[in-house]
């Protein structure tokens, strides 16, 4: 199933190109690179079927973007998907940019950090399994400070602000008190240390937000508490 990535604020309205009929929303959509525009194409077949009054916008994206503009995220991108009611992304990058000085990448984790859109939800459904991913997006290494030090060392930094991490908790516990009531955080508890910011951010979600259960398990073991900072969760 597909990935759904959630922002903070609903896009606004606007007038786009494409089928529909006067006071349509609008969809952005980045078929990108690789099988980005082969996916996007049977998304918007989709689309054509339901009974939805949509406008589609067709905009330069990621690799694509770069041998058009030079920039894999073109203002005239932004500034499409900011005023659309939803983006439709087929996929970004390949290996005929690896080592280039701008990579197709950024365009993603630019579009990502402009929306704001700090949950991706991911589905996962088979038999009696039935789980949904909620991972956080705008903040972690993509987002941190980097950099080559005098020396040659080299820096990534990960880093989340409690109000980062506050959201993306909240966000879990509606999802499962809406579903089983069930939450359950995953952290790399020997490596990464959550409890500077992220315990008291859980910790208020939780008090917030009515579930019947609620635990951090440690990637290393099987270790529950319900006051640890999560850097993603599953809403079962």
Aim: negative net charge; charged residues 20%; contains cysteine.
């Amino acid at each position: 199933m597909s990935d759904i990535d959630v922002g903070s604020t609903e896009s606004s309205r606007s007038a786009g190109a494409g089928f529909a009929g006067a006071g349509a929303d609008t969809v952005a959509c980045l078929p990108g690179d690789g099988i980005g525009p082969e996916v996007l194409d049977e998304a918007v077949r989709v689309l054509q079927h339901l009974p939805l009054d949509v406008q589609l916008v067709v905009l330069p994206f990621g690799g694509a973007a770069i041998d058009e503009t030079g920039d894999p995220l073109p203002p005239e991108t932004l500034a499409a998907c900011r005023s659309a009611r939803a983006v439709l992304l087929g996929a970004v990058g390949g290996p005929k940019w690896d080592g280039s000085a701008v990579r197709p990448e950024a365009g993603l984790l630019g579009l990502r950090k402009a929306l704001d859109v700090y949950a991706n939800l991911r589905p996962a459904t088979l038999g009696d399994v039935d789980l949904l991913i909620v991972r956080e997006l705008v903040g972690g290494l993509y987002f941190g400070e980097r950099g080559v030090r005098a020396d040659g060392t080299v820096f990534d930094t990960c880093e989340y602000h409690p109000a980062q991490v506050e959201r993306i908790v909240r966000r879990g516990f509606e999802l499962a008190a809406a579903r089983r009531g069930s939450l359950v955080s995953v952290d790399k508890a020997n490596v990464l240390d959550p409890r500077a910011s992220g315990g008291a951010s859980s910790t208020r979600s939780q008090a917030s937000t009515p579930v019947s259960s609620c635990g951090t398990r440690s990637s290393t073991a099987s270790r529950w508490s319900s006051s640890r900072a999560p850097t993603g969760s599953t809403s079962r």
